[in-house]
């Protein structure tokens, strides 16, 4: 009498198993349709009680989105602030009625993002989205990923190794290895002297080799030396760097020694120096080559 009850409770099992591998397999497949749809063909108004339950939750630090209103209005910002946007579902895969969602992001701001103006910068940027799913829709999202590097990507928080990058710069410079310094610079670096400065007759500079020839080279060769000193280094929003310092040199032609304040503002992208503006009393420069 045993036997049959230990088969039927052994087939109700197997067939549960098979029942819920079937819905996860469904829910899957409907998961990923649904937001490549949504992001990638731009077709918000799937998200919809046909797709999403009507209480869905999207957690979030700020504040729980709460309902498919609040719900779709977050993700429109999305479709919004960018462009030539690539959503891609790098993996997926889910247990009982949970999904787990590792993705990729890339798209140029170049519209209203959650209140941020374009800043025309390209994002890349890759996250994981935990899910819920009840009764074939979805009920509740969680993304993670690296707001900081998105924030950076978007230029609106700077890299933290900016001042690494530009302390080392100077440092390298202080002991005369100018080929170091060059690693630090953009293939395409615009260097910009002062106005009034009169190295400045080769602005814009393009490149390393023009900025060693037109600056660094004369600088050698018009002083018996010149020194920076009293170096302090800013960290600037859109990665930018700003230092103040001063120059201690000695002009070789007319014997004149001088300490002049300057100040340097420095652009980067991705660790190299893209764009370097000098501003300095320019007065004093040119009254030290005077005899």
């Known amino acids: 009498m045993k036997t049959p ?70 993700y429109q910002n999305f479709l919004t602030g960018f462009s030539d946007v690539k959503f891609t579902v790098k993996d997926v895969f889910g247990q009982g009625n949970k999904i787990v969602k590792h993705w990729n992001f890339k798209g140029t701001h170049t519209g209203n993002f959650f209140g941020i103006p374009p800043t025309g910068k390209l994002v890349d940027i890759e996250g994981v989205t935990l899910v819920l799913m009840k009764n074939g829709r979805i009920s509740q999202e969680q993304d993670f990923m690296d707001n900081t590097q998105f924030m950076q990507q978007l230029g609106l928080v700077s890299d933290p190794n900016n001042l690494t990058t530009i302390d080392e710069l100077y440092k390298a410079f202080s002991k005369g290895d100018i080929p170091t310094v060059l690693t630090y610079m953009d293939t395409k670096i615009e260097w910009n002297e002062a106005e009034g400065n009169k190295l400045a007759d080769g602005n814009s500079y393009i490149g390393p080799d023009a900025v060693v020839n037109g600056v660094f080279a004369r600088l050698g060769a018009e002083h018996e030396y010149f020194k920076l000193t009293n170096i302090e280094l800013h960290e600037m929003s859109n990665n930018q760097v700003l230092a103040t310092l001063r120059y201690d040199a000695k002009n070789k032609e007319s014997g004149n020694a001088y300490n002049a304040q300057a100040a340097h503002l420095w652009t980067l992208k991705d660790g190299k120096i893209v764009a370097f503006q000098q501003y300095v009393d320019t007065k004093k420069l040119a009254d030290t080559e005077k005899k």
């Open 5 to 74: 009850i230990i088969l039927t409770i052994a087939f109700l099992s197997l067939t549960t198993a098979f029942a819920q591998k079937s819905n996860i397999e469904k829910d899957l497949k409907m998961y990923e349709q649904v937001w490549d749809n949504i992001v990638n063909k731009r077709q918000i108004d799937l998200i919809s009680d046909k797709n999403f339950d009507p209480n869905v939750v999207q957690i979030n630090n700020t504040g729980n989105i709460v309902g498919i209103a609040d719900f779709k209005a977050y």
